[in-house]
């Protein structure tokens, strides 16, 4: 299931960013509609580092909510650097559309940037290093359209879609219902699995990367080729597809991509790394074709309308 492989991979960036030399920040959004496996795809991520123990929070696992002021925000991130900030549900960020559209777009701009905001004159400072995954059943764009809120390439380089995986066999995010019924039993098992089993990967991945010297100094070089490896992959196939990424998406899909490769080779993860990059070029490259989608459709009506306004000024004239 790549939307779960993503999540797991994502989960495991935040101990390998200082090794890094793309961004150290940003984040992703898993959005489709509702009831479809996403809160699961978080749970799965979360479970690499913990799980909330208060019986009234542990159904959303590792994840925190949107539903928070700016400050309080800035504070999770502190709490989660170098691991991963986990939001769930941009539908309780604010009470209309344009408030949840401000919320969610300044909040994921503000963690993108990694800085505390300094009181009265002094300075912003540098706060925490993580990337951050968010749930939604609207993707970026859709939620900005909906809020009357307008983006650019700036929002869209921060902050990247993963959609659901299409085409027929599929049942919502998931690929494969490995013997389930559906896709309800197969998240109830996972959520179930991710609130009794968590945070052994965790401790795992720390444990065998910050071993010594050697394993620090191994690690960084292993993760510089993966990423490279993954750029020149996605690059390759975006141009087949006639996609055009930004770069900064490209380099941290690559960082997920590392992690994941990484956690393979200290035996956390039992995938190989063909499948893995498979299950992460899938994630980046089906939101892009949702979202040329998305614009080919906007363009048509676009000129659907410029048509109609020249055929009425041309009735309206004779």
Known sequence: NSRLMFAA?????GPILPFVSGPRTGGFQISGKAEAGKTAAAMVAGSIWGCHRDSMRNEKGFAESWNTTGNELERTAQA????????DETNIAGGTDKDRAL?????????????????LNAPE?????????STSNLTLDELADQGGVLIDEQHRGRWVDVVLPS?????????????????????????????????TPGYSLISKLYKDKNSR?????????????????????????????????????????AAGCLAINY?????????????ILSCQLDGLLQARGTTDKITTLRQQLIDHLVQSRRHSVS
């Open 9 to 13: 991979s994502l989960a495991c960036t």
């Open 80 to 87: 989660h650097s170098d691991a991963l900030l986990i939001l």
């Open 103 to 119: 919320a969610v777009l300044g909040g994921a701009f503000r963690l993108s940037e990694n800085t505390q905001k300094g009181r």
């Open 125 to 133: 400072r540098a706060a925490w290093r993580l990337y951050f995954l």
């Open 167 to 199: 085409g027929q066999g599929t049942f919502g995010i998931y690929q494969d219902l490995h013997g389930f019924a559906d896709g309800a039993a197969l998240t109830d098992a996972i959520k179930s699995r991710c609130r009794t089993a968590f945070g």
């Open 217 to 257: 100094s191994a690690a960084k070089k292993f993760v510089a080729a993966r990423r490279n490896y993954y750029v020149n992959r996605a690059r390759i196939m975006a141009a087949a597809k006639g996609l055009k990424p930004l770069e900064r998406a490209i380099a941290r899909f690559a960082t997920v991509y």
């Open 267 to 279: 035996g956390i993860f039992t995938w190989g790394r063909k499948d893995l990059l498979r299950a």
